[in-house]
């Protein structure tokens, strides 16, 4: 069964610097998604991607925040200069339709970034 | 602001028995409901997806209701067994956008 995977599982990094978490959404899918966990809280929507542009983000996704399909199958979350609340499990998703067309969503197993 | 509140906050049920979780919400305009399951240090999976007009949906022992006049949903998983012990999440997607809205969630413990 195809699944998305991303790495790495755990990134550790010192603050101010630049992480890239990587993504590989399933083969077919057109819509793909960051989300974030901080520990022991609810999962919080980041950003929503479709055609090659974010189509939504939430107010968490500030200017450190971006996004890249840069080769048709990866899917990167840059973060420009980590801050120690950036710690958190970050999971990408992807989906055929849209969230709001009840098309369903799968998730990656996260990548665990602590920022020291 | 679109809100999902999930109840109980945590329960433990004996292997074999039947739960009820509970959510509430006011995503407004609705577009649908869904119920994940997410394993400690795992990603969510998907248990069902309800649009406004459905009232029912099974998926093996788990079975989610949903009354969008009321805003409610439950899940109900039958004859519980000790690898349903995870976190189960409730969330809401709005008709105008393509973000989710997630509930805090339930963990459940399911105990021999």
């Known amino acids: 069964e195809p699944e998305v995977t991303q790495t790495p599982s755990h990134q550790v990094t010192q603050m101010g610097q630049e992480v890239i978490l990587r993504c590989v959404p399933i083969?077919?899918?057109?819509?793909f998604y960051w989300y974030r966990q901080i520990l022991g809280q609810k999962v919080e929507f980041l950003v929503s991607?479709?055609?090659?542009?974010?189509?939504?983000k939430s107010e968490i996704f500030d200017d450190q925040f971006s996004v890249e399909r840069p080769d048709g199958s990866n899917f990167t979350l840059k973060i420009r200069s980590t801050k120690l609340e950036d710690s958190a499990m970050y999971f990408c998703?992807?989906?055929?339709?849209?969230?709001?067309?009840?098309?369903?969503?799968?998730f990656g197993p996260g990548t665990r970034l602590t920022v020291t | 602001k679109n809100q999902v509140e999930q109840s109980p906050q945590s329960l433990i049920i004996l292997e074999g028995k039947n739960c009820t979780l509970q959510c509430n919400y006011t995503v407004s305009p609705f577009s649908n409901l869904r119920w994940y399951k997410q394993d400690t240090g795992r990603g969510p999976v998907s248990l069902t997806i309800?649009?406004?007009?459905?009232n029912t949906k099974s998926n093996g022992r788990y079975t989610a209701t949903l009354d969008a006049d009321t805003k409610q949903s439950s899940l109900h998983i039958t004859a519980s067994q000790l690898s349903d012990s995870a976190s189960y999440i409730c969330?809401?997607?709005?008709?105008?956008?393509?973000?989710?809205?997630f509930g805090a969630g339930t963990t459940v413990t399911v105990r021999a």
């Open positions: 969330v809401v997607s709005g008709s105008n956008d393509y973000k989710l809205s």
């Open positions: 309800m649009t406004f007009s459905e």
């Open positions: 083969s077919n899918h057109l819509y």
């Open positions: 991607f479709y055609n090659n542009e974010i189509s939504e």
């Open positions: 998703a992807s989906s055929v339709g849209p969230g709001q067309g009840s098309y369903e969503q799968y």
